[in-house]
């Protein structure tokens, strides 16, 4: 379990970094936290001649905050989300998601850049920037566009950038003063990665309301229909529930594969779960 | 029976004595362990050393038709023709029947499972060789793999290993009249049950460095074992090197659980080369290799009958338990260790006089199956207690009551059960009624009959109660067809001039506290402050022979030759202290450091300097210097047997299949604890391998005979948010059969585990139609379990 031979270089900034990228001969490979790349590395799962590392280049790890908005520098860490170090858009949902990542150590590495980069369909960072309708910021040798969170994630370690563009950062809209929201993961031990993960936002200022269930599927799933259900309803009563579990029937029927009965259970589980805990019920 | 070697003097303790047995020490090891000072493996650092990458076998089965070296391989790739004329590994029984097959250090021929070496690649580090083995091109004639049990108990399967089927043996252990236990039974429940096959995962994994030693003429392996000794006998045998040329060296072990407890073929490849090599080789398992390719375990398929009275009382049992032990037979062990410790020990702690037992152990294109925590043990109990259970169910009564019926009974003791077992003392059903008013059995109760039904979330109560053979002797292991005959463990106690007391022994201390219990018993004969105490263990170089640390032996084991060596040197201390204080020997008694006789007293530095640096003080006769060896044997050859019954509450949760636990409790005798501390700490520990048993670990094989747990992703195994703190309460009945009365207890927080949560899971379930009879019980096999008993329900 150690890696071929490779390159190692440090990005001094993202000049330098898309510079690397843009020699496709060269085969390089930027690295953030390195979370996912070194484990890929060193299993031989993947081979890369060049890692440049994009952990240290500023303008990745800044952050800021508009009246409408929060911008998140692709290489700010999931440790720095967790203990309030950058600006939180969603009443503390970021904060949230950020703790329940792996352990701390790999929290104090990872970054969200990464997370959404890689696209792993059971990363939280994916399902929670897919709830909140983020924005995605990559700059290439054509200068920088942006792509929309439902744009971005096509497919299981597949998203809408090219192999020469870098995520440089991520917009994420601020929900609403009084909007809340829910969010439950299932893991069979403290650390790993979700079998199913719910995230809900109920925003009735603005008259949204958005569900994604993550990690069961190729790519998170947005369900509509269970958003629909939820839009304005003030309070978890039982005619909700009954008419969530139609809802998202209906929701898993457009999934690209059937769900197993014991998967069906669990992800239902999870949306109403999250639905429940938006709703003040936990 | 062996030849009783404990001298009675060596009673149980009335009344502890700090320092001594049954006093909380803190550990002596700690104080290296906690600075980082530990030299493991892969600590070493000897100059020159190159490292080892193997290249494995990808696929589950083939011929292989040829190998490609790449260019630059001379001197740094090793085949098996490269190691000189060395003998393949035959791990086999003596009892009739038993069907050996070759293990060959690197597999030349034939690969029979995923991860099996066929070459050593070196290189300047670990990246470099496995660059190299990369390299390395392997034309195999795939053949069909033969992977779960129902595969290798088909005769139309490929046979592995020549045989005319893949069936390495059947035991059929028993006694007594089942058929008129049938007859007479009220009720006669039957289910089959299976334990996952699991891997063991020490913290650190395997490892292996050798070198030639020019001066000594001697070959030097350093290994991360539990049994140097009997490494290096075997090694010598196999290899070609007389075993005084051989030194076999454990340094810091991380872990063992019985993973290290078998000969590996990565140290006899590795001695093998290192005997032809002019530099030091090192391997150093990684986590994936540790996942894939070392001695995995359990993997058991129990079919279990119980015939009982209407009162739940059992009258008979009926049991076949299939084992699928994987490729090879792994020595010493054989492959059929599993299989027949199921078979032999599956009445449990009850007094059940009928019983017809099958033990079969087949072959297939996984990884060799070997000892891990319990042995046969965390899977009889499952079985056995699953099914007490369902008894219970049955005949309307309260599992633990159903229990306490069925166990034997104290006066009983010492009881032969009907598998020739001694079972030495000891009251089991009061482990239940403990365990029961701890857990306290109405308020759990209480607390279902409001919660259960009105949520997803629903509470179960599990009980699992077992005995633990441990210090197993002679004619256990003659009983069990070995080769080696393991009974027996040996120390010496020797003073150094100053005063200071240093102990050698064969056994390796892997996590067991054995550097300071040992110190302990010395001090409770000598006097001697355990602090001060050095224990040296592990080597061969260092200590007399001995087995090493395996199947919860060592306390008892050489903690009665450590106590009987120093028992001995206390008389001849007495002598000298009794001329220099001008008293009679049997005046002096020792503690604190010296020697006492009343109001006088002499330091124990005035009798070692008397005794090493000054004979002419010496009473006359007396000869010089103070050390002692002895072996020990205990009484018993099938040596002592400690118990507990667990008891656990869980909360299952219908909605995502999961389980969690709010309470475990154990109560449990090992006889006399020489560190009730250290003893908690092994319940703990062992109840927390039990858990990953019961709820998460697993080692799934494709079709093809791919191991689909690699690793830490796949291979779940708890994290300390999973274990609770156990409850524990100590019963402590001395064994009559050994030293002090200790009992060995390494193993048993394992063995219960598994059956005391799938015990509660399935109170928990009961009720909505559901059973669950399989480990681990994931959230897959709980959520489909309730989605088929719905759709049962709803037909
Ligand atoms: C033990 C463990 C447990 C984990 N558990 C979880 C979990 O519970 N939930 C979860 O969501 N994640 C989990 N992870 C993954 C972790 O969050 C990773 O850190 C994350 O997925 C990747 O982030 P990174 O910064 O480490 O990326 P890296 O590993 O450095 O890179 C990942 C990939 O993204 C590319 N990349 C990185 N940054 C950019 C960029 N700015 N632009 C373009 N491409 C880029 C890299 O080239 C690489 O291909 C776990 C990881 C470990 C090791």
């Known amino acids: 379990m150690k890696p071929m031979p490779f390159d190692y270089a440090r990005a001094k900034d993202v000049p330098d970094a898309l510079a690397a990228l843009a020699d496709a001969d060269a085969g390089a490979r930027v690295m953030a936290g390195g979370q996912s790349l070194v484990p890929m590395l060193n299993l031989r799962l993947a081979t890369f001649p060049r890692v440049v590392d994009i952990s240290k280049i500023a303008e990745l790890r800044e952050r800021s905050e508009s009246a409408d908005a929060v911008t998140l520098g692709a290489c700010v860490t999931h440790g720095e989300i967790e203990d309030g170090e950058a600006p939180e858009p969603a009443a503390g949902l970021m904060r949230h998601v950020a703790a329940g990542i792996a352990y701390r150590a790999v929290r104090n590495r990872g970054t969200i850049g990464g997370s959404a980069s890689l696209a792993d369909a059971s990363a939280d960072w994916v399902t929670t920037l897919l709830a909140l309708g983020a924005r995605f910021i990559g700059r290439g040798p054509d200068g920088e566009r942006e792509i929309a969170a439902p744009d971005m994630f096509l497919g299981p370690y597949f998203t809408a950038m090219t192999d020469q563009e870098l995520l440089v950062r991520i917009v994420v809209p601020k929900t609403s003063r009084d909007a809340t929201w829910g969010y439950y993961k299932v893991t069979r031990r403290s650390g790993e990665y979700g079998l199913s993960i719910g995230a809900v936002i109920l925003d009735p200022a603005r008259e949204h309301a958005s569900v994604v269930l993550g990690a069961a599927s190729r790519t998170p799933l947005a369900c509509t229909a269970a958003a629909a259900a939820l839009r304005g309803a003030p309070r978890w009563t039982e005619a909700l529930e009954t008419a969530l579990r139609t809802a998202i029937a209906e929701d898993l029927a457009r999934a690209e594969r059937p769900f197993e009965p014991h998967e069906a259970i669990m992800v239902e589980t999870t949306i109403l779960r999250a639905a429940a805990q938006a709703l003040g019920v936990s | 029976m062996a030849a009783p070697s404990a001298p009675p003097a060596l009673a149980a303790i009335e009344a502890p004595r700090p320092g001594c047995i049954g006093d909380r020490v803190l550990r002596n090891e700690d104080a290296r362990f906690l600075a980082g000072h530990g030299e493991y493996l892969a600590d070493l650092d000897i100059p020159g050393t190159r490292e080892i990458a193997f290249l494995r076998s990808p696929v589950a089965h083939a011929r292989i038709r040829s190998i490609d070296m790449p260019p630059g391989a001379e001197g740094r790739v090793f085949l098996l023709k490269d190691l000189g004329d060395i003998h393949p590994v035959r791990a086999v029984l003596t009892t009739p029947g038993f069907r050996g097959s070759d293990y060959p250090a690197l597999a030349a021929d034939t690969v029979r499972f995923v991860g099996e070496p066929i070459a050593i690649c070196l290189g300047a580090t670990r990246a470099a060789a496995e660059d190299l083995a990369q390299e390395i091109v392997v034309d195999f004639d795939e053949l069909p793999p033969v992977v779960e049990i129902e595969q290798a108990l088909d005769p139309a399967s490929p046979s592995l290993h020549g045989w005319p089927d893949n069936i390495c043996f059947v035991s059929t252990p028993g006694g007594g009249e089942v058929d008129a236990a049938a007859k007479a039974a009220a009720v006669t429940v039957t289910r089959e049950f299976r334990m996952a096959r699991q891997c063991v995962v020490s913290l650190e994994?395997?490892?292996?460095?050798?070198?030639?030693?020019?001066?000594?003429?001697?070959?030097?392996?350093?290994?991360?074992?539990?049994?140097?000794?009997?490494?290096?006998?075997?090694?010598?045998?196999?290899?070609?090197?007389?075993?005084?040329?051989?030194?076999?060296?454990?340094?810091?072990?991380?872990?063992?659980?019985?993973?290290?407890?078998?000969?590996?073929?990565?140290?006899?490849?590795?001695?093998?080369?290192?005997?032809?090599?002019?530099?030091?080789?090192?391997?150093?398992?990684?986590?994936?290799?540790?996942?894939?390719?070392?001695?995995?375990?359990?993997?058991?398929?129990?079919?279990?009958?119980?015939?009982?009275?209407?009162?739940?009382?059992?009258?008979?049992?009926?049991?076949?338990?299939?084992?699928?032990?994987?490729?090879?037979?792994?020595?010493?062990?054989?492959?059929?260790?599993?299989?027949?410790?199921?078979?032999?020990?599956?009445?449990?702690?009850?007094?059940?006089?009928?019983?017809?037992?099958?033990?079969?152990?087949?072959?297939?294109?996984?990884?060799?199956?070997?000892?891990?925590?319990?042995?046969?043990?965390?899977?009889?109990?499952?079985?056995?207690?699953?099914?007490?259970?369902?008894?219970?169910?049955?005949?309307?009564?309260?599992?633990?009551?159903?229990?306490?019926?069925?166990?034997?009974?104290?006066?009983?003791?010492?009881?032969?059960?009907?598998?020739?077992?001694?079972?030495?003392?000891?009251?089991?059903?009061?482990?239940?009624?403990?365990?029961?008013?701890?857990?306290?059995?109405?308020?759990?109760?209480?607390?279902?009959?409001?919660?259960?039904?009105?949520?997803?979330?629903?509470?179960?109560?599990?009980?699992?109660?077992?005995?633990?053979?441990?210090?197993?002797?002679?004619?256990?292991?003659?009983?069990?067809?070995?080769?080696?005959?393991?009974?027996?463990?040996?120390?010496?106690?020797?003073?150094?001039?100053?005063?200071?007391?240093?102990?050698?022994?064969?056994?390796?201390?892997?996590?067991?506290?054995?550097?300071?219990?040992?110190?302990?018993?010395?001090?409770?004969?000598?006097?001697?402050?355990?602090?001060?105490?050095?224990?040296?263990?592990?080597?061969?170089?260092?200590?007399?022979?001995?087995?090493?640390?395996?199947?919860?032996?060592?306390?008892?084991?050489?903690?009665?030759?450590?106590?009987?060596?120093?028992?001995?040197?206390?008389?001849?201390?007495?002598?000298?202290?009794?001329?220099?204080?001008?008293?009679?020997?049997a005046d002096v008694t020792l503690a604190n450091n010296c020697a006492v006789a009343g109001a006088r007293s002499v330091p124990l530095k005035s009798v070692t300097d008397a005794a090493f640096l000054h004979p002419e003080n010496l009473p006359a006769g007396e000869d010089p210097c103070l050390d002692e060896t002895t072996t020990f044997q205990p009484l018993s050859g099938t040596g002592a047997f400690a118990y507990a019954t667990h008891a656990v509450v869980v909360e299952v949760d219908t909605g995502t299949g999961l389980v969690e636990i709010l309470d475990y409790a154990v109560a449990h005798d090992c006889g006399t604890m020489v560190n009730p501390m250290i003893v908690e700490g092994q319940v703990q520990g062992g109840v927390a391998q039990g858990i990953g048993n019961a709820l998460l670990e697993e080692s799934p094989y494709d079709s093809g005979g791919q191991p689909l747990a690699s690793t830490f992703a796949d291979y779940l195994v708890p994290g300390a948010p999973e274990v609770p703190t156990v409850r524990i309460a100590h019963l402590e009945t001395p064994s009559p059969f050994t030293a002090y009365g200790i009992k060995g207890m390494g193993e048993g927080g394992a063995i219960a585990a598994p059956a005391a949560i799938l015990n509660a899971v399935n109170d928990a379930l009961r009720p909505l139609g559901v059973e669950l009879n399989e480990t681990p019980i994931t959230p897959k096999r709980i959520l489909t379990a309730l989605h088929d008993a719905r759709t049962e329900r709803a037909r």
């Open chain 2, 205 to 585: 994994g395997r490892g292996v460095l050798a070198y030639w030693d020019r001066r000594l003429q001697e070959l030097v392996v350093y290994s991360s074992t539990q049994q140097p000794h009997v490494i290096r006998t075997v090694l010598a045998k196999l290899i070609g090197v007389p075993e005084h040329q051989l030194r076999v060296v454990a340094p810091d072990v991380g872990g063992g659980f019985g993973v290290k407890n078998n000969l590996q073929q990565e140290e006899v490849a590795i001695a093998a080369l290192a005997r032809r090599l002019k530099f030091p080789i090192r391997w150093v398992e990684d986590r994936r290799e540790h996942l894939i390719a070392s001695p995995q375990a359990r993997e058991h398929r129990v079919r279990l009958t119980a015939h009982a009275d209407a009162r739940g009382k059992i009258l008979g049992l009926e049991a076949e338990a299939v084992v699928n032990a994987g490729a090879y037979s792994i020595w010493p062990w054989s492959a059929a260790m599993e299989a027949n410790m199921v078979a032999g020990i599956l009445t449990g702690p009850y007094a059940i006089d009928a019983y017809k037992g099958r033990g079969v152990t087949v072959v297939s294109n996984k990884a060799p199956l070997g000892p891990y925590r319990g042995v046969g043990r965390p899977s009889a109990c499952f079985t056995l207690e699953r099914l007490v259970d369902e008894i219970a169910a049955k005949v309307g009564r309260e599992p633990h009551e159903l229990r306490i019926d069925n166990m034997v009974r104290p006066e009983q003791m010492p009881y032969r059960t009907v598998t020739g077992k001694l079972f030495d003392s000891g009251d089991y059903a009061e482990s239940v009624r403990q365990v029961a008013a701890m857990i306290d059995v109405p308020a759990v109760r209480a607390r279902q009959a409001r919660q259960n039904g009105t949520g997803p979330r629903r509470i179960g109560l599990g009980f699992a109660s077992y005995t633990e053979q441990t210090a197993h002797g002679t004619d256990e292991w003659i009983a069990r067809g070995l080769t080696e005959v393991f009974g027996y463990e040996t120390a010496t106690v020797r003073f150094t001039p100053d005063g200071k007391l240093i102990i050698e022994a064969a056994i390796q201390n892997h996590g067991q506290g054995l550097e300071t219990t040992l110190a302990q018993v010395a001090a409770q004969e000598l006097g001697v402050d355990p602090a001060d105490v050095v224990v040296r263990h592990g080597d061969t170089a260092v200590s007399p022979y001995g087995m090493g640390t395996f199947a919860s032996r060592s306390m008892v084991m050489a903690g009665g030759a450590v106590g009987r060596a120093s028992r001995q040197l206390g008389e001849k201390v007495k002598r000298i202290a009794a001329h220099l204080l001008q008293v009679k020997p």
